[in-house]
T-cell receptor, first 116, second 113 residues
Framework: DQQVKQNSPSLSVQEGRISILNCDYT??????FLWYKKYPAEGPTFLIS?????DKNEDGRFTVFLNKSAKHLSLHIVPSQPGDSAVYFC???????????????FGKGTKLSVKP | DTAVSQTPKYLVTQMGNDKSIKCEQN?????MYWYKQDSKKFLKIMFS???????INETVPNRFSPKSPDKAHLNLHINSLELGDSAVYFC????????????FGPGTRLLVL
């Protein structure tokens, strides 16, 4: 039972264009969402997060949008750069509700390839 | 000066053996975690320790035993290794228990033959 789903295993984008990575969740208790980025042979690194009290959070070229009614979030990267090529994991937790204790539920990841 | 380090990076072993994976963080964090990424690429939490005390223990076989000698170290010992234990194991740490911003190690690739 996947509580966090990333239905696109891969995405290819031209350099300079927008990359949009999508994530859906099923557990209505989730109230905090994160994106992690992972290069080959390295561990995931935290990228950006959003709590359920917001619908948008922006950090430089990265913006995360949250649609609570649809249980959907997306990560926008604008403009995309070749160095952004990596696997992006969506993660969720019940942080604000106090039940999390750091227990992140991850999606399977989407492999982004940004072509020069 | 790696923030979260794991040893070994690669581990190839026979079924039935006992092995350990070590993790150390030099970030001064209070909480450490072990995750398993299986062949289907799911990254799932196994354990977390806060100040050397177990706070998360997901459903994993009791062949897996975490040990935290101090809050900078969380080692994972696996007894009687099975083929299905083959995976990448990631250690992570966070400043506080319940913090979702976690810092991951590079992973240990375990292959059980």
């Amino acid at each position: 039972d996947q509580q966090v789903k990333q239905n696109s295993p891969s995405l290819s984008v031209q350099e300079g264009r927008i990359s949009i990575l999508n994530c859906d969740y099923t557990n209505s208790m989730f109230d905090y969402f994160l994106w992690y980025k992972k290069y080959p042979a390295e561990g995931p690194t935290f990228l950006i997060s959003i709590s359920s009290i917001k619908d948008k959070n922006e950090d430089g070229r990265f913006t995360v949008f949250l649609n609570k009614s649809a249980k959907h979030l997306s990560l926008h990267i604008v403009p995309s750069q070749p160095g952004d090529s990596a696997v992006y994991f969506c993660a969720a937790s019940d942080l604000l509700g106090g039940g999390s204790q750091g227990n992140l539920i991850f999606g399977k990841g989407t492999k982004l390839s940004v072509k020069p | 000066d790696t923030a979260v380090s794991q040893t070994p990076k690669y581990l190839v072993t026979q079924m039935g053996n006992d092995k350990s994976i070590k993790c150390e963080q030099n970030l001064g964090h209070d909480t450490m975690y072990w995750y398993k990424q299986d062949s289907k690429k799911f990254l799932k939490i196994m354990f977390s320790y806060n100040n050397k005390e177990l706070i998360i223990n997901e459903t994993v076989p009791n062949r897996f035993s975490p040990k935290s000698p101090d809050k900078a170290h969380l080692n994972l010992h696996i007894n009687s290794l099975e083929l299905g234990d083959s995976a990448v194991y990631f250690c992570a740490s966070s400043q506080l228990a319940g913090s979702e911003t976690q810092y991951f190690g590079p992973g240990t690739r375990l292959l059980v033959l």
